[in-house]
């Protein structure tokens, strides 16, 4: 079963294709997968660029690193983001892209327009960059499997809000709170959404009856309720997008109020 409540549409209008491009931005952990030529990838650096192309850097081998500058390859890039909890272990969301990818030569690479973590590679010997022409991607979240358009991958300048420090800021929450935020969305008491999965298969005691943080991003807090009987993910959306730790204070203290109004 699968309850969804729609917020308003300034709320989470966006939701989807605005965690892709976190994701492709470099919020997730990237492999490459060159599946004509038999050659796969297990890291690969990548992010948007200033001019908005998806660049990757890289150490390849074998028919991979035989490739010329501007010939064309066919490419699967995978984008997996764990939960920032390292209690436990869980795929918070993750994109899958097939495009084509094209090694650019090493004199027309500006660094400085690079995302840093595609930057940062640059002294590695053998690394090379390419750019990753975009055909098709889909998006795996709390929601399902839902499509992307290309179009949607755009630079956006680096967060100011660290998401490291904002799961501090939400590990340090009380459990009653949390479970009362999950009741004020499933009431649409807040706006957000709740979808139900199967209980998780041999559910220990530390994660019985607990609350763990998904994910925070500007646009709400993710979460996931372990039951014996069913799993809930929860997606609580903020009155208006995070820019600063500060504000994310603020954004949580009304989720907190809305929550204890609803329960």
């Given at each position: 079963m699968t309850l969804s409540f729609e917020a308003p549409k300034?709320?989470?209008?966006?939701?989807?294709?605005?965690?892709?491009r976190r994701l492709v931005g470099g919020a997730g952990a990237a492999s490459l997968d060159a599946y004509?030529?038999?050659?796969?990838?297990?890291?690969?650096?990548?992010?948007?660029?200033e001019d908005g192309s998806l660049v990757?850097?890289?150490i390849p081998a074998g028919a991979l690193a035989a490739a010329g500058d501007g010939v064309?390859?066919?490419?699967?890039?995978?984008?997996?983001?764990?939960?920032p909890d390292p209690a436990v272990s869980i795929v918070s969301a993750s994109v899958h892209l097939?495009?084509?990818?094209?090694w650019v030569p090493a004199a027309e690479v500006a660094l400085g327009e690079l995302p840093s973590s595609v930057?940062?590679?640059?002294?590695?010997?053998?690394?090379?960059?390419?750019v990753v022409a975009v055909r098709r991607a889909v998006l795996h979240d709390l929601t399902g499997a839902t499509v992307i358009d290309g179009d949607q991958f755009h630079y956006e300048a680096p967060s100011a809000v660290d998401g490291y420090a904002a799961f501090e800021k939400v590990a340090g929450l009380d459990?009653?709170?949390?479970k009362d935020l999950c009741w004020a969305v499933m009431v649409d008491a807040t706006p957000g959404l709740v979808v139900s999965k199967p209980a998780m298969p041999n559910v220990c005691q530390h994660m019985a009856d607990r609350v763990f943080c998904v994910d925070v991003d500007a646009r709400g807090l993710t979460m996931m309720l372990v039951g014996t009987e069913e799993t809930l993910l929860v997606f609580a959306a903020f009155s208006h997008p995070v820019a600063s730790l500060p504000d994310l204070d603020a954004r949580l203290f009304d989720l907190m109020g809305a929550a204890i109004l609803a329960a």
């Open positions: 300034t709320e989470v209008e966006g939701r989807a294709a605005a965690l892709a004509r030529v038999g050659e796969c990838l297990e890291f690969v650096a990548h992010g948007i660029a990757v850097a890289a064309p390859i066919d490419v699967r890039l995978d984008v997996v983001k764990q939960a097939l495009g084509e990818l094209t930057a940062s590679l640059a002294d590695m010997p053998g690394v090379r960059y390419g459990q009653g709170m949390l």
